[in-house]
């Protein structure tokens, strides 16, 4: 049972870091060349956390939670692998709120207040993929 919700516990996290990077290569392509592309990068990424990023953060959660009910320890390397992954976890969700102002943004057509949005957004999206990066390379020495 552990190791069949170890592995949903892995797939899920690699399809969140796998989601938070292509994510990074739409906003790359589109971001800059002008308000059409904007407008459309704007609800694509919405669309994308909503469909794919939230669903696989929750589920990553869940079976996290799950895998700790089942076999609790309070070594060192977990905490720290606990604290990156909620730090991904809380990052994450501000970026998903920044990610829906910044379509209402450009719904309205303001591109100044979706300048300053992106760039907060953009902010926090480095913090999520450090997070998720180091709850990675935790998970992996935990698994040892
Ligand atoms: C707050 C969110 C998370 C929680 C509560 C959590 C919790 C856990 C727990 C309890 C374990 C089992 C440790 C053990 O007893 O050996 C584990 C293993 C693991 N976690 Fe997480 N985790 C979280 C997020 C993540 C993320 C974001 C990643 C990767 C991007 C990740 C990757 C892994 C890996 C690779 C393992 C080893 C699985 C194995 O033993 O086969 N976790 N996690």
């Known amino acids: 049972m552990r190791a069949l919700i170890a592995h949903f516990h892995v797939i899920s996290a690699s399809v ?27 609800a694509l990424h919405w669309r994308v956390d909503l469909g794919i990023e939230l669903p696989a953060l929750l589920l990553t959660v ?29 990052a994450n969700l501000a970026c998903i709120g920044l990610v829906r102002l910044r379509q209402t943004k450009a719904d309205a057509g303001d591109w100044a207040g979706f300048a300053r949005v992106d760039a907060a957004q953009h902010r926090w999206g480095a913090v999520v993929a450090l997070g998720l990066l180091a709850a990675l390379g935790l998970g992996v020495v935990l698994h040892a």
């Open 16 to 42: 969140w870091l796998g989601c938070v990077v292509t994510e990074a290569m739409f906003e790359r392509a589109l971001l800059g060349r002008g308000p059409e592309f904007e407008r459309t990068l704007a």
């Open 62 to 90: 869940l079976s996290g939670g799950w895998l700790f009910f089942l076999a609790p320890h309070w070594s060192a390397v977990w905490w720290f692998k606990f604290g990156a992954g909620t730090l991904a976890v809380a």
